[in-house]
């Protein structure tokens, strides 16, 4: 990466440090939650964006590791910090499951079949028998964390939102790291060679079953991960929240915010958590009217998102 | 002149694959376009249906049909049996057979020429309602030229039709060929690699090396030269 | 379970796998011809159903309203494929996927914002006394199973008895060939398309007095159509109407004595997951073999 790579980066982070401090508390948790679903698209991105799997169900992992994470706090006791690689976990695994017999589906078979895996979910979520454990249909509330003692113990006294946010931050700085070293290695390599030239990545010796699977895996894992934080943070799980549409939802943030780019995880999560805010005051179909027009318009018109134009436009006035 | 080209060139993609060519074709005629593999025949096939992306002129019955649609170009007269032969292999004989005259509005005479076609090829009579696609080779290249003769074209394009047949099947192929040409009066350029069968039943030749025509003339004369015949056609 | 009982659960079965069959079928009729799964068809057949009640609702008589419907519904049809499929028939599956999604989402608001998401009762025409003295079906059932007859026969009878349907066959299958006969392949694939949303428009009214009119009335009967689709071989319009009829009994008879009302949904998942692995080209489906 680049000096001015590394001097954006760090001034985006000191303002990401200062963020909770000037703005309210409302505004704090929404920051937040668009940090969660940069993590949840970064997921998607990965097995989409990267390694051409369609994935039209990626709401169901979400789901998946926000109940993991609830039913651990509420079932078990745990705290709140260690369900999130509980979620991650339970989710690479579920991932990878689900992949593997993904591996004889190709495009729009594989978008068929986990886009009935999106929209059965809520289904699968209020199984009768599943209710003491899941809550059925009114689901799961759970307890908002407070800030360790340690905080105002050194003067720095901060308040619940503000704190959630900072241990999201870390989160997502950690997981956004550490798939910059997945992307930029072999790894990354051999999963765009997968999705760009499928038969000569797997004549090279790339053992595609095995990328895919895993590319199926991680990408679950990080959606997971952002499930759990987004529950945490939300303080609730009900099975109605995790329908199709949340699937869709992060579609269109990949789209927007641009397709097998880090930054457009971020650019995607801004426009899907603020969309909605901004057009409910013209009425309750708007935002996803918008959300509609953006998927078809951004194919025609951009299809490299947000990011893309972005790169295009810093490339520009580099040149001489 | 039926069909003239004027420095007509073709690409697939960036790739030139015609590199001017000029030819014309006699109403009435059959022209034979003779050449090694990949010498770019059939590319001159596809590129007088539209089918490849063109520049320079084509003109049809004096009209020009360069960058038309090739739905157009074969509603005016134009009947294209392509290598490969095309046939709708999940459809049956007759279906296929309909298909042809997809274009035409005389329903009666749709009827005679399906008629007739049966006459040329009873093979095909007695596999009418049979699918397509479980035709034998010989049988599905009869299927294809009465099918193109379906429509009432005034110029016939074949694309090899010879290949894949047994010499017999041949000559009674191009047996049919002839008779339809001289008792209909349809005029044909067939693009050949056999190249004796085909000077056989041409009137005039035009011989493509490269996308470009380096000897033309007529049929009987480059026959008969065998300077032309061995170094050109070998044989 | 008696007999009675699970016969009684066969038929209703029958009733509404009618209504999958026929939307399974207009996913096959556009799959045959683009080898593209249209996920927006649930929203279209609910966007003109919504059309239908929005003409009964100002006076028109149901039957007027039905046959302007499928009128209405043809015309949308065409325009979609002409003015949002085109421009992307040949580009990247995830282009194509995202375009679809995209309509579903925009037809989905659309009905919300226009009709509310109130949810509306649309009317049966079939009235409430027993049809024909039969009273094993209601009549709303036996109804729907013979406006479902009636298409399937009428678009059977098109396809392969008139020119018009054999060219759209033609063209389906071989594109190439079929221009060389002198057949507007463009507009062939737009007919389809037309066809397609008038059968999901039939359906759509035939099962709206059953689950209620609601924007999001069809999501989970495309699942149900998806299925039957892809069990009966995506390219074989006759396995979807099998497939349908098969989909609709399962569902019932499941649902009433295995694994009640709901996880019908998750039927239709293990149903769609379960075909796409084991056989994906379904029972009646043609084995795809790619060349490598």
């Known amino acids: 990466m680049t000096k001015r790579t590394w001097a954006v980066l760090a001034a985006l982070l000191v303002i990401a440090c200062v963020l909770p401090f000037v703005l309210s508390n409302y505004r704090t948790f929404q920051a937040a939650l668009v940090l969660v679903y940069a993590i949840a698209l970064l997921g998607l991105n990965i097995l989409t964006g990267y390694n051409g799997q369609i994935s039209l169900g990626h709401g169901a992992f979400y789901a998946i590791g926000a109940y993991t994470a609830a039913m651990l706090m509420d079932l078990a006791g745990f705290p709140y910090w260690a369900t999130v690689p509980v979620a991650g976990a339970v989710c690479l695994v579920a991932g990878f499951l689900f992949g593997l017999p993904a591996l004889r589906l190709e495009g729009l078979y594989l978008a068929l079949a986990t886009f009935a895996l999106g929209v059965s979910m809520p289904q699968l979520l209020k199984i009768h028998q599943l209710e003491k454990w899941t809550g059925g249909v009114q689901g799961i509330v759970i307890a908002k964390p407070d800030a360790p003692a340690f905080f105002p113990s050194i003067g720095l006294p901060l308040n619940q939102d503000q704190w959630l946010y900072f241990f999201i931050l870390a989160v997502t700085l950690v997981m956004f790291l550490l798939a910059y070293n997945l992307l930029h290695g072999r790894v990354g390599r051999a999963l765009i060679a997968i999705r760009d030239q499928h038969t000569a990545a797997e004549v090279m010796g790339i053992n595609t079953a095995l990328y895919k699977s895993l590319a199926f895996g991680v990408s679950a894992l990080y959606t997971g991960v952002a499930g759990a934080l987004g529950a945490i943070a939300v303080q609730f799980v009900a099975p109605d929240s995790f329908n199709v549409f949340l699937s869709i939802t992060f579609l269109v943030g990949i789209v927007v915010g641009g397709l097998a780019s880090l930054p457009g995880a971020l650019y995607g999560a801004l426009f899907i958590q603020f969309v909605p805010n901004i057009a409910d005051e013209i009425s309750k179909a708007a935002p996803w009217a918008i959300f509609g027009v953006f998927l078809i318009a951004f194919v025609y018109v951009m299809p ?7 790169r295009i436009l810093t490339a520009r006035r580099k040149s001489p | 002149m039926l069909l003239e080209t004027k420095g007509l060139h073709a690409s697939y993609g960036a790739t030139r694959v015609l590199h001017g060519i000029d030819f014309a074709l006699e109403e009435g005629s059959i022209t034979t376009l003779l050449g090694a593999n ?49 046939t709708f292999a999940q459809l049956s004989t007759e279906e296929n057979l309909r298909l042809g005259a997809y274009t035409r509005k005389d329903k009666a005479a749709v009827q005679e020429d399906l008629e007739r076609m049966y006459g040329y090829f009873p093979r095909l009579k007695e596999r009418r309602r049979q699918q397509a696609g ?42 049919i060929l002839r008779t339809v040409n001289e008792k209909e009066r349809v005029s044909m350029l067939v693009v050949e690699q056999n190249a004796a069968m085909a000077l056989d039943l041409a009137d ?20 008969r030269d065998d300077a032309v015949r061995r170094s050109y056609l070998g044989y | ?17 009618g209504i999958y069959a026929s939307l399974a ?10 080898h593209l799964v249209n996920f927006a068809q649930g929203e279209m057949a609910m966007f003109c159903t919504y059309i239908a009640w929005a003409l009964i609702n100002a006076g028109m008589p149901y039957w007027g309203a039905f046959v302007l419907t499928v009128g209405i519904a043809f015309v949308f049809g065409v325009l979609i494929e002409r003015l949002i499929i085109r421009p992307v028939e040949n580009a990247p599956v995830l282009a194509v996927v995202v375009v679809f999604i995209g309509l579903l989402v925009i037809l989905n608001s659309l009905a919300g914002w226009i009709f509310t998401y109130t949810i509306k009762s649309f009317p049966s025409p079939f009235g409430v006394q027993p049809l ?5 079906m209601s009549p709303h059932q036996l109804g729907s199973i013979g406006v479902t007859v009636v298409v399937l026969a009428l678009l059977y009878a098109f396809f392969r008895f008139t020119p018009l349907g054999l060219a759209m066959r033609a063209a389906a299958q ?17 007919l389809g398309w037309g066809l397609a949303a008038a059968v999901g428009s039939i359906a759509g009214m035939m099962v709206a007095p059953i689950v209620y009119l609601d924007p999001n009335m069809m999501g989970g009967i495309l699942l149900y159509a998806f299925a039957a689709a892809l069990l009966g071989g995506i390219d074989s319009p006759g396995g979807a109407v099998v497939g349908g009829l098969v989909v609709g009994v399962l569902e019932n008879v499941l649902g009433a004595f295995v694994i009640g009302n709901e996880l019908k949904l998750v039927v239709a998942l293990v149903l769609i997951i379960g075909v796409l692995v084991v056989r994906p080209s379904g029972f009646f489906g043609r084995v795809h073999v790619s060349r490598v």
């Open chain 2, 38 to 86: 990949g010498a770019g025949k059939t590319t001159t096939l596809r590129a007088l249906c539209g089918m490849v992306k063109t520049s320079g002129e084509v003109r049809f019955a004096g009209k020009r049909v360069d960058g038309r649609a090739t739905e157009d170009i074969v509603r005016l007269g134009v009947a294209h049996v392509p290598d490969g032969r095309g």
């Open chain 3, 132 to 136: 024909f003295g039969v009273r094993f």
């Open chain 1, 304 to 310: 490299t998102g947000v990011a893309g134009a972005v």
């Open chain 3, 25 to 34: 079928l207009a996913l096959v009729m556009i799959y045959q011809a683009t």
């Open chain 2, 204 to 223: 005039r030749a035009y011989l493509i090396e490269t996308g470009r025509v380096v000897l033309s003339g007529q049929a009987d004369e480059i026959k």
């Open chain 3, 174 to 190: 071989n594109p190439e060939s079929s221009r060389l006969v002198g057949i507007r392949v463009g507009w062939m694939l737009a």
């Open chain 2, 134 to 175: 479980t035709l034998s080779g010989g049988e599905q290249q009869m299927l294809a030229v009465s099918r193109a003769l379906m429509l009432r074209p005034k110029l016939l394009l074949l694309d090899e039709p010879s290949f894949g047949l047994a010499p017999l099947v041949v000559q009674e192929l191009f047996g």
């Open chain 3, 1 to 17: 379970m008696t007999f009675d009982a699970l016969m009684l659960q066969v038929i209703a079965g029958l009733a509404t796998g």
